[in-house]
């Protein structure tokens, strides 16, 4: 009964343990080397939990080396508050900013040194090549240091996304091109001129094929 229970905590701990650290890659564990993640971890007294480092059950920093990664997969809410992440000894050929939005807290990424800092040197307050590795340091508000214009400020603004990613948003009360139309989008009359259409040329069509059939097997 003993040996069951603990067999049955063991199973719940690594369980807890996998779910804290949803990381969906095969990764090599046994050639870790001076890891950042884990000094960054030690720093902010965090811990290392599998390949995540974790403060007050939030996951700040992940250690993805040696992954076998090709293309990034780290898209979940969970992963949103991440300061660190090191992407170094993989087969990685292009990481752009659409694979890292959303990565608003981002400030120190390590790269395969080939690989340049997405979104450019103007999306980091510092970026350079040496130890084999490319570091791309304190991530920039593209709105701010590109200096994004959205048109009229009390129409629409800049949003921040990511690294070297923003777009354009309406301000509430605004809507259309460039948010120059006042008001809201009018919902129902765009559905209505979509679906009545749309019913209408059904039943057409129904008629029409309906009608030729008939005269077929006549």
Same mark, same amino acid.
């Given at each position: ?6 067999? @049955?905590? &063991? ?11 949803? %990381?969906?890659?095969? /990764? ?8 950042? %993640? ?46 660190? *992440? ?14 890292? %939005?959303?990565? &608003?807290? &981002? ?35 593209? $709105?701010?240091? @590109? ?10 603004? /800049? ?8 777009? /354009? ?9 460039? /948010? ?13 001129? %979509?679906? $009545?259409?749309?019913?209408? *040329? ?17």
């Amino acid at each position: 009964m003993i040996p069951l229970i603990l067999f @049955l905590s &063991l199973s719940v701990f690594c369980v807890s343990a996998q779910n804290d650290c949803p %990381v969906q890659y095969t /990764c090599n564990n046994t050639i870790l080397h001076e890891s950042e %993640v884990e000094n960054y971890c030690k720093e902010h007294d965090s811990q290392m939990n599998g390949r995540c480092c974790i403060n007050n059950q939030t996951i700040i920093g992940i250690d993805l080396r040696f992954c076998e990664i090709t293309q990034l997969n780290i898209s979940q809410p969970v992963f949103s508050e991440v300061e660190i *992440l090191d992407l170094r000894d993989n087969e990685y050929e292009k990481l752009t900013p659409e694979e890292l %939005v959303n990565f &608003l807290k &981002l400030n120190y990424l390590y790269l395969p040194q080939h690989i340049p800092c997405p979104g450019g040197n103007s999306s980091w307050n510092f970026t350079s090549k040496d130890n084999n590795m490319t570091s791309c340091l304190d991530q920039l508000n593209p $709105c701010e240091s @590109l200096n994004i214009s959205c048109g009229e400020p009390d129409n629409a603004k /800049c949003q921040h996304l990511g690294p070297g990613t923003a777009k /354009c948003i309406c301000c509430p009360g605004h809507f259309g091109y460039k /948010c120059l139309n006042d008001g809201e989008f009018p919902t129902t009359i765009f559905t209505s001129s %979509v679906i $009545c259409p749309t019913i209408v *040329l059904s039943i057409a069509l129904w008629f029409i094929q309906g009608r030729d059939v008939y005269k077929f097997n006549i």
